[in-house]
């Protein structure tokens, strides 16, 4: 493991050789000091104190090596402080509650990703982009009391509804920007099809717009300007 600021941020690049989760100092004071401010009034061990302190305050940006093939749970839970993950392009699985209770507000699950597991990702409530391979198998509450659930209908299987919200030619658009590394090329063409430029400010069912999967997309490689660029140069004939 390996720390760098990045942006004014504490980056943290996890390889999976180090176990971030210690199941006695959790059970101390799980249910006492989960949701409280003040850590220091807490009748719980110092070495209790610290762990929690570390976990909720250190963690911000964690970007997984490509040769973690699975997060352990309760991994990353309580890590409030953590709004970004990249995740392995050789990831399989997430196991229960790996980041639980943190503060992601973007989730894009690799095509690898076989298994996410029991409230993986629950409690992120800001949580408004998850995106996710329709072959990956989600267990029960994968995102509970995320605001992307707020657009749920509330029939049918929620995890279907996930996979599947930016289904139909419409949603076009958001697909190719929120796919696994999106090439200018694929957005261009389906620009072109969706009518042009204006397509990206168009939100879909849920009030994303294909810059903001672009955007919160760590594995697109493409600047919304650039696809713009050669948008407008291929309008003119300069591609």
Request: charged letters at 25%; glycine letters at 6%; a negative charge.
């Amino acid at each position: 493991m390996r720390v760098a600021t990045v942006d004014g941020l504490v980056t943290l690049f996890y390889d999976g050789s180090k176990k971030l989760y210690n199941d006695e100092l959790d059970w101390e004071c799980f249910t006492i000091a989960a949701d409280a401010g003040d850590l220091e009034s807490l009748d719980i061990s110092d070495e209790c104190k610290r762990y929690w302190k570390e976990r909720q305050t250190w963690q911000q940006r964690v970007i997984f090596a490509d040769t973690v093939i699975r997060i352990e749970g309760s991994a990353f839970i309580h890590c409030r402080s953590l709004i970004f993950i990249k995740l392995s392009i050789n990831l399989e699985i997430i196991n229960v509650l790996a980041f639980g209770h943190c503060n992601l507000t973007s989730v894009f699950i690799p095509p690898r990703c076989r298994e996410v597991g029991l409230l993986a990702f629950t409690r992120n409530t800001n949580l408004t982009i998850f995106s996710v391979p329709n072959d990956t198998e989600l267990s029960s509450n994968v995102i509970n009391d995320a605001k992307l659930l707020e657009r749920f209908p509330g029939h049918g299987s929620m995890n279907t509804w996930m996979k599947n919200i930016n289904i139909g030619p419409e949603f076009a658009l958001h697909r190719v920007c929120a796919s696994f590394e999106p090439t200018v090329e694929m957005l261009v063409d389906t620009m072109e099809e969706r009518g042009g430029i204006k397509a990206f400010q168009v939100e879909n069912s849920i009030g994303v717009t294909p810059s903001q999967y672009l955007k919160e997309n760590p594995y697109a490689y493409v600047s919304e300007k650039e696809v713009i660029e050669k948008y407008v140069l291929q309008m003119m004939g300069e591609r």
